[in-house]
């Protein structure tokens, strides 16, 4: 077997925070005598989340088993997902920052799945995954990413399981949304549908696309880390994941 260095675009407050949260969790449980320091265990988290790197190579690479890789770094991304925002605080955070309107959008997560399994299998984007839903300013700016559902999920139907729908009519945000949140509420706005639309209609979806498009890129930023673009290991791990990557992407966006 071959070892080389290499570089992670990551910066070393983004670190520094990952082994803060480690190091504090081993102090509350009192555990001693593990195989890495928390500097190192929270480094292997962030190759593993930013670069995509297998179990067997991160224990190849950092000197412990592919079990004490595993348990490690699903221990650090539990830690890091717990601090994720939370959606009552991001709203009440927009309504006082009194943003225009936020934007609602879905992403699929790839896994490794059969045809077989049909209940991961999106229709919308034809291939297995798991359904996360974002929240996005309307700069683009990621604000909220919900848990994991099946792929075969319809975008309305996991807005409304996770409380999205009610929670943004609570707070009287105004939010934009694509044509697969159409009967969400007054409060979402989505494109018209349908062919032979009169120009003034067409007017308006372009109008809306306009406005949606920054805030669709938080799924661009969520799939810059490599993990996100197809998971290999438990798919009812997607949303943890993902919150413990935007956990992260705060740190590293804040340093700046």
Not at 13 to 23: D, E, K, M, P
Not at 71 to 78: F, L, M
Not at 200 to 217: D, I, T, V, Y
Request: aromatic share 6%; with cysteine.
């Amino acid at each position: 077997m071959l070892f080389y260095r290499a570089s992670l675009p990551l910066s070393r407050r983004t670190l520094a925070y990952a082994t803060g949260v480690v190091r504090r969790h081993r102090r509350a449980i009192g555990s001693r005598g593990r195989a890495l320091p928390p500097g190192t265990q929270a480094l292997m988290t962030l190759v593993h989340l930013r670069k995509g790197e297998t179990y067997a190579a991160l224990a190849a690479g950092f000197g412990v088993s592919v079990a004490t890789a595993w348990r490690y770094v699903n221990e650090a991304i539990d830690l890091l997902a717990a601090r994720a925002p939370k959606l009552p605080a991001v709203l009440r955070r927009a309504r006082r920052d009194a943003l225009p309107y936020l934007v609602l959008d879905g992403v699929l997560i790839a896994i490794d799945r059969v045809a077989a399994d049909r209940p991961f299998y999106s229709g919308k984007h034809r291939r297995h995954g798991m359904n996360l839903q974002v929240i996005a300013g309307p700069d683009g700016t990621w604000l909220w990413v919900s848990g994991e559902l099946r792929g075969a999920v319809h975008d309305l139907r996991a807005a409304r399981i996770w409380g999205i729908i009610r929670a943004l009519a609570e707070a009287g945000l105004l939010t934009l949304a694509d044509k697969a949140y159409q009967g969400a509420g007054e409060h979402v706005l989505t494109p018209y549908k349908g062919r032979g639309k009169p120009e003034s209609q067409k007017e308006a979806n372009r109008a809306h696309a306009r406005l949606r498009g920054p805030g669709e890129r938080a799924n661009a930023q969520l799939k810059a880390w490599r993990i996100l673009r197809k998971l290999r290991c438990c798919p009812f791990r997607a949303g943890r994941i993902a919150k413990a990557v935007h956990t992260l992407h705060l740190r590293e966006t804040a340093s700046r």
